[in-house]
């Protein structure tokens, strides 16, 4: 079946850095880009942005533009998130998403990250 | 940046009744417009897309309407595995960029 199978949860200290990957299965990995949302703890979804598994085309939001990397692995079906210079309010829970069409139609099981001293 | 406000932040209904969500927009997103539903501890589903288009497998009590600056979720009967919050969300073809809201937690009465 489609599906998005995600790193393990992880702590870092503030300052370091975190690469979660998200590895797709079930369908033809480069016929769909990927999405990263993010949710801190008992708050909303933030869209961290987008990646092309075709060509590697990029949009980042705004707001972490410079300390956001987004790339895939075609070979693996792979894609990655890694954030830079982390702060506690990093501290987030961080889903990978199919883009299909235009929206979100399949989710990774999301992944922990806490960032704390 | 388009800014996604939903109304009422929290709805209490009883099981067996209608439930209507809003979702406005800050400006025109033409029906580029997404509804989520998250329970606790799980990722979010998409249930609409489109506006108005039911995602695979999702129940006809779901249903999306409106275009431009305003948006309903209305789902018919509700029922016990409906309660959850959900989320609105716009996108914008190029580049993708895309907004939530801050969600509607939809609570039994």
């Known amino acids: 079946q489609v599906q998005l199978v995600q790193s393990g949860a992880e702590v870092k200290k503030p300052g370091a850095s975190v690469k979660v990957s998200c590895k797709a299965s079930?369908?033809?990995?480069?016929?769909?880009?990927i999405s990263w949302v993010r949710q801190a703890p008992g708050q909303g979804l933030e869209w961290m942005g987008w990646i092309s598994a075709y060509n590697g085309n990029t949009n980042y939001a705004q707001k972490l533009q410079g300390r956001v990397t987004m790339t895939t692995d075609t070979s693996t079906s792979t894609a990655y998130m890694e954030l830079r210079s982390l702060r506690s309010d990093d501290t987030a829970v961080y889903y990978c998403?199919?883009?299909?069409?235009?929206?979100?139609?399949?989710w990774g099981q999301g992944t922990m990250v806490t960032v704390s001293s | 940046e388009i800014v996604m406000t939903q109304s009422p932040a929290t709805l209490s209904v009883s099981p067996g009744e209608r439930a209507t969500l809003s979702c406005r927009a800050s400006?025109?997103?033409?029906?580029?417009l997404a509804w989520y539903q998250q329970k606790p501890g799980q990722a979010p589903r998409l249930l609409i897309y489109g506006a108005s288009t039911r995602a695979t497998g999702i129940p006809a009590r779901f249903s999306g309407s409106g275009s431009g600056t305003e948006f309903t979720l209305t789902i018919s009967s509700l029922q016990s595995e409906d309660f959850a919050v959900y989320y609105c969300q716009q996108y914008n073809n190029w580049p993708p960029l895309y907004t939530f809201g801050q969600g509607t937690k939809l609570e039994i009465k």
């Open positions: 079930g369908y033809t990995f480069t016929s769909y880009g």
């Open positions: 400006q025109s997103v033409s029906s580029n």
């Open positions: 998403a199919r883009v299909f069409p235009d929206a979100f139609d399949i």
